[in-house]
Every structure is written in C-alpha cells, then in structure tokens.
C-alpha cells in the first residue's frame, strides 16, 4: 500500500532563504508526482507536476525534483518571500489518477 | 470566474442531521473527486465520477451519497452526521488526457458536527 511522507512537518526560514522540502513514497510505480500548496480557507493549488519518466519541472522560483527509484521528491524554492507561507502538499498519482497524499509541510518565511 | 466552487464554505450542524455539499465546475472537465481531510491534514479520497459514472469508490460509511446530475456537477449527501464526520471536505476536477492529471480544488467546505 502506497505512503506518501513529508518532512519535516513545519519549517520556518527567514525571508531571502533558498529552502528545500522532502517528499518520499514506499511505491516506485507512480504515473506522477504533484506537489500543491494549501492557503488557509482557499482551496489546493497545484504548482508543479512531474510525470514518472521525468526528473525535475521548473516554475518561477520553484524545482521539483524525482527520484523514482528511491522514492523521493524534493521542492526546492529559491529566495523564499513571506508570501510563500502556506502549506505544501505531495502527492503521488497511480495509473487509475488515483491520488496519495502525505501530511504536508507548513511553512513561514518570516519578514 | 471560479473554477471549482463548493458551497456552503461552512457548515455546522447538529448530529444525526441530513446534509448536502454541492460542487461545480466550469473547466469541462470529464472527471471529479471529493476528499475529506482529516484533524492530521491528510486528504483521502472518497469518490471519484467520470462522465456522471462512479470510478471509485473507497471505504466510506454508506451515509454518504455522490450524486452527479452531469458531469459539471458532483454534490455529497451525508446522512445522519456524526462527530466524526467533522473536517475539511474538498471537491476536485481533472482531465487527464488535456492536463495530465492536474486536479483543480475547490475551497473546501469545513463541516463541524457538534
């Protein structure tokens, strides 16, 4: 049975820092991997999504990494701003589009 | 121009009440989810439609009913509610074939049973 794990489970970083997120799943048969970030009373945005033949998506400030064969996935976000502080979500995908989920981590970037 | 809309945002309710969440969307969108997000910020899925058609459908207590009219729409109906029905609940869309499996959310739709 698939687990997603996201560590650690908050993390707070000074405006202007380069911080990097975890991600790890037991099952290496994924279709893709997601990551989402959740605002308080506002819905899951999706930010990056990686298909399981690809290793890396960039958007803006934002690379996702995958490792299929360890089971890993890293978000990496560069100069963090305080407009980054929300919850970040990983999700693996199987091929019916069925969607795991880890626990997610809250982040702050503090100004 | 909201894209999946769930209605109401918030819901408190007494136990053993009848409730219903409605969701919409106007991406079209062949298939969508509800999720339930526990104390822990876990979702979990609960039903997913394609086409009006139920694909899946996890182990959840049959006091709750998808319902979909057309495939724009998917509302939830829950039956004689309980404390531990209490969380977050969100309705999803996607089609795969066009946006490779990106679901879109709603805003959630926080239900409190006392």
């Known amino acids: 049975k698939q687990e997603v794990t996201q560590i650690p489970a908050a993390l707070s970083v000074p405006e202007g820092e380069n911080l990097v997120l975890n991600c790890s799943f037991t099952d290496s048969a994924i279709y893709n991997l997601q990551w989402f970030r959740q605002d308080p009373g506002k819905g899951l945005t999706s930010l990056l999504l990686i298909q399981s033949s690809q290793r890396e998506q960039t958007s803006g400030r934002l690379n996702a990494s995958l490792d299929k064969s360890s089971g890993r996935s890293t978000l990496y976000i560069a100069a963090s701003q305080p407009g980054d502080s929300a919850t970040y979500l990983c999700a693996v995908s199987d091929s019916n589009y069925q969607l795991i989920w880890g626990a997610g981590t809250k982040l702050i970037i503090k100004p | 121009d909201t894209a999946v809309s769930q209605t109401p945002k918030y819901l408190v309710t007494q136990m053993g009440n009848d409730k219903s969440i409605k969701c919409e969307q106007n991406l079209g969108h062949d298939t969508m989810y509800w999720y339930k997000q526990d104390s822990k910020k876990f979702l979990k899925i609960m039903f997913s439609y394609n086409n009006k058609e139920l694909i899946i459908n996890e182990t959840v207590p049959n006091r709750f009913s998808p319902k979909s009219p057309d495939k724009a729409h998917l509302n939830l109906h829950i039956n004689s509610l309980e404390l531990g029905d209490s969380a977050v609940y969100f309705c999803?869309?996607?089609?795969?074939?066009?946006?490779?499996?990106?679901?879109?959310f709603g805003a959630g739709t926080r239900l409190s049973v006392l």
């Open positions: 999803a869309s996607s089609h795969p074939g066009l946006t490779k499996n990106i679901q879109y």
